[in-house]
């Protein structure tokens, strides 16, 4: 697993070890998600195989079925010693892979960023990988069957917390809307876009509700202006105000205006928000960013 954040990664990791080792917990079969059995498949199988019991009787379990229900971003604030609790959002990708943002709710300091890989089995028990040297694995069950849908933290063992505060160790799925939602910059007419410059610097866009407006970086310069929003999924951009510094990476930026020059339409897709015309391969392709 690759570690995005050094600093204040001790912080995630704790928390990880203190929601495994806390408490008592009652038998995997008593968890009551009010949602009957919608685990891909049903039935009680061997959660390491893809396939229905030995008798036929059970349909097949797909995971990549599975993948793709539980992918999305969920987010709340976890029990956490000492503070009114963490600031947590998980994302997780129908390719397997997930991130996690936290923060101490009140601190200012930059948000923890962990990246790996989930595990999820037919019982929708989801499965972090280990987030450091030999810590706790986070284990999580998922209920695609509540609105909003919710992945509720479990111990070392796949077992719910009890006692007080219990009820505090969930988070509930909620849709990326274009608007209000940093779009941080992840490719350009193909090119994946990597940043290890400053972080205040990124290249990354906004869109606000208010008059419509949208501002943004380019890795160089910032910009301003505003966007219109057509019917179905059209857009379109400005011309735009912008600050007039030169840099290596004017490339990115040239790029990017290019992009909002000829956008007529975008998309949204797990948490990827992207921008092009209609009918083509997208311009430029940016991906939601929580906790900033």
Known sequence: MKRIVSAGAALLLFFFWACATDGAATAPGDLSSGSGDSRPGGGDTDPDTDSGNADGGAASWSLDEARQTAAGLYKGIMPYPGSEGLETVIQLRQNGTYMIRSRVVGKVDNPVEL??????????????????????????????GLEPPTLTQLDNEAKPFSGDGSGRYVLKKFPAMITETYWKLVSIYGRQVVWTGDPKREPHIILRLDGYKISGHSGTNSFSGTYKVKDGNGISFPPMRSTMIASPNMKIEMDLYKAFDETDSYTLHENRFSIGKRGREPSAVFEAVYLR
């Open 115 to 144: 990246t790996g890989t989930f595990d999820i089995d037919r019982n929708w028990i989801v499965r972090l990988d280990k987030t450091a040297v030999d810590t706790v694995s986070p284990v999580y069950v998922l209920d695609p």
